[in-house]
T-cell receptor, first 114, second 117 residues
Framework: AQSVSQHNHHVILSEAASLELGCNYSYGGTVNLFWYVQYPGQHLQLLLK??????LVKGIKGFEAEFIKSKFSFNLRKPSVQWSDTAEYFCAVSRGAAGNQFYFGTGTSLTVIP | ETGVTQTPRHLVMGMTNKKSLKCEQHLGHNAMYWYKQSAKKPLELMFVYSLEERVENNSVPSRFSPECPNSSHLFLHLHTLQPEDSALYLC????????????????FGPGTRLTVL
């Protein structure tokens, strides 16, 4: 069965530290990959997505993610986090050739200390 | 972002009550979704509607009954729920490229926080 694993459940960083959140998926076929963010009290918003082309995807607010097909991974990175990045981050995978099926990870809670 | 709205935002109901959750999307999308978000669990996809037809029902108990009268509106009718059904219920929409299976980005509403007593 399709699954999405986010290895870090809770991450605490100081401002200006670098961030990398892991995401691995189990499906071997064509996939579309997403990172969503949920700020406190707000709804899920798209951070970035990968459909095809350059495996290094740049999103909003300085975030980027790299699709490594051989590792079934789509890790999220930011070189220098800010207090306003405190939020819940969700990795998601959709099966590109099989209709509307989205699979989400359990989420990673990021707390940035000023 | 008010592309996808949900009402009510909070709902408390007893196990014998009947209630409905409403979702409306203003983005011109043709696919809508219901998800359940529980603490410490991945988002669970419950139902998918594409062009107003249900295309996915992920083994959801019959006490949850979806309805999609048109491409902009989606309802989730609730009856005889259990306390374990307490969760955040999220609605989302996307522009499904019919015939290609290519799914576009999903846009989420703020959710309805449901508590079943």
């Amino acid at each position: 069965a399709q699954s999405v694993s986010q290895h870090n459940h809770h991450v605490i960083l100081s401002e200006a530290a670098s961030l990398e959140l892991g995401c691995n998926y189990s499906y071997g076929g064509t996939v579309n990959l997403f990172w969503y963010v949920q700020y406190p009290g707000q709804h899920l918003q798209l951070l970035l997505k990968y459909f095809s082309g350059d495996p290094l995807v740049k999103g909003i607010k300085g975030f980027e993610a790299e699709f490594i097909k051989s590792k079934f991974s789509f890790n999220l990175r930011k070189p220098s986090v800010q207090w306003s990045d405190t939020a819940e981050y969700f990795c998601a995978v959709s099966r590109g050739a099989a209709g509307n099926q989205f699979y989400f990870g359990t989420g990673t809670s990021l707390t940035v200390i000023p | 972002e008010t592309g996808v709205t949900q009402t009510p935002r909070h709902l408390v109901m007893g196990m014998t009550n009947k209630k409905s959750l409403k979702c409306e999307q203003h983005l011109g999308h043709n696919a809508m979704y219901w998800y359940k978000q529980s603490a410490k669990k991945p988002l669970e996809l419950m139902f998918v509607y594409s062009l107003e037809e249900r295309v996915e029902n992920n083994s959801v108990p019959s006490r949850f009954s979806p309805e999609c009268p048109n491409s902009s509106h989606l309802f989730l009718h609730l009856h005889t729920l259990q306390p374990e059904d307490s969760a955040l219920y999220l609605c989302a929409s996307s522009q499904d490229r019919v015939g290609t299976g290519d799914t576009d980005t999903q846009y989420f509403g703020p959710g309805t926080r449901l508590t079943v007593l």
